[in-house]
């Protein structure tokens, strides 16, 4: 169901291009000297916001936690040598005091905190009053209610200047990326809050500095309206993320070789090509439902014989066979090991579901 806010369009928040709305800037700042070096850098390509982490949420203790307030100062000193909007994280109520005091310009709301309800609201009641722009950053789980109930509870306080931050999840299974992105609950969100800008955290997905450009323009591709990414000078001696870092100079390659293509065109031939290509997208997906209908059917005569002769759902070794099979037959036909076990380890989970209920039945 779509939910309605009250959400201005980013030509509100005071930044002359929007399309893409790019902030970029160290994970932390470290120093005086890093935090305007590298704004200067970045602010001669063009970057309008200058973002940087002040009071860090770190996984571990006895990591660097951020410079705490007196970053704030750096921070203004970027905006009157520069002209730029700086933007920092706040995790608890006396960070939003102390940076609404020290006049910063726009403000995000970490995953670790966007994860917990109380801190959210705590953050909110601190912002009733306030007219600057608020940026949500998906919880660390993809729960996307969790993600959208924080917006709420900031749209709530009668922020306006909205908006999302899309930095990929956390999983216990290794992956490709530091966070997982699945873009799919971005997309969901964007279904849900039409008017709501949604701004990609490459460097957090990515996790590594090889990788924030294939994730920059995947989000560009899916419509994401905008870029955050982290840029440190020598990112080999950052005090935190260095491995995601892209130096100023990274920063603009990046920037120059993005494309960002229109969602539509006015071509006939290509609308028309396109349009005989999603037919025929159309009718394999009617194929491939018919087909596992089929196989549930199959399914569904299995169950009742196990329940005739009282034996359990899984056996092990035969569901370990069919996944080793599958993968195999999968990777011959191109499909990546990772897709074919999601795919039928859902269709897995459905035949467990009709199993168990004719056992119960
Ligand atoms: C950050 O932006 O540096 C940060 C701590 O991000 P996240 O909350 O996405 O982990
Ligand atoms: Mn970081």
């Known amino acids: 169901m779509e939910i309605s806010l009250n959400i201005e369009p980013v030509e509100s928040w005071g930044i002359q291009s929007t399309k893409p709305i790019i902030l970029s800037g160290p994970c932390s700042a470290e120093t005086e000297e890093q ?11 063009g970057v309008q916001i200058y973002r940087a982490g002040i009071w860090k949420p770190r996984t571990r203790p006895n990591t660097f936690e951020g410079v705490g307030s007196v970053g704030l100062k750096w921070l203004k000193t970027v905006k009157q040598e520069t002209g730029m909007l700086t933007a920092t994280e706040v995790a608890n109520v006396k960070h939003v005091y102390e940076a609404l005091k020290m006049g910063v310009d726009i ?3 970490g995953a670790r905190t966007s994860a917990n309800p109380f801190a959210v609201q705590e953050i909110a009641d601190a912002l009733t009053g306030v007219d600057i ?22 749209a709530g306080a009668g922020i306006t200047k909205l908006g999302a931050i899309h930095r990929g ?17 971005a997309i969901e ?16 997905i990515a996790g590594v500095a090889d990788l924030v450009f294939e994730v920059s323009q995947k989000a560009m591709d899916l419509g994401q309206d905008g870029l955050i990414i982290e840029s440190h000078p020598n990112p080999r001696v950052a005090l935190s993320d260095g491995k995601q870092q892209l130096t100023p100079t990274q920063v603009g390659e990046l920037l120059s070789k993005i494309v960002v293509r229109p969602e539509k065109i006015d071509n006939k031939e290509f609308t028309e090509s396109l349009e005989e290509l999603r037919a025929q997208i159309d009718m394999i997906d009617d194929e491939i439902l018919e087909i596992i209908q089929k196989r549930m059917s199959v399914v569904h005569e299995i169950g009742k014989n196990k329940k005739a002769n009282n034996i359990r759902i899984l056996q092990t070794d035969r569901w370990k066979q069919i996944i080793e099979s599958v993968k195999q037959k999968g990777n011959s036909k191109g499909l990546s090991d990772e897709f074919t076990e999601k795919l039928f380890k859902a269709i ?10 004719i056992l119960n039945s």
């Not at 935090?35 to 390509?45: M, P, S």
């Not at 999983?171 to 966070?179: G, I, L, M, P, V």
């Not at 964007?190 to 990609?200: D, F, G, H, T």
Request: glycine share 2%; proline share 8%.
């Open 107 to 109: 403000i995000w709301i």
């Open 189 to 204: 969100l964007r279904q849900r809050m039409r008017n709501l800008p949604i701004i990609c955290d490459p460097s957090h």
């Open 133 to 154: 722009p608020v940026l949500v950053k998906n919880p660390v789980n993809p729960d996307i209610e969790l993600w959208i109930g924080a917006i709420e509870r900031i």
């Open 169 to 185: 999840f956390s999983s216990f299974e290794k992956s490709r990326y530091r966070n997982v992105p699945q873009w799919q609950v």
């Open 35 to 45: 935090v305007l070096t590298t704004a200067k850098e970045l602010q001669a390509l």
């Open 348 to 357: 897995h989970q459905e035949s467990i579901n009709i199993q168990t209920e």
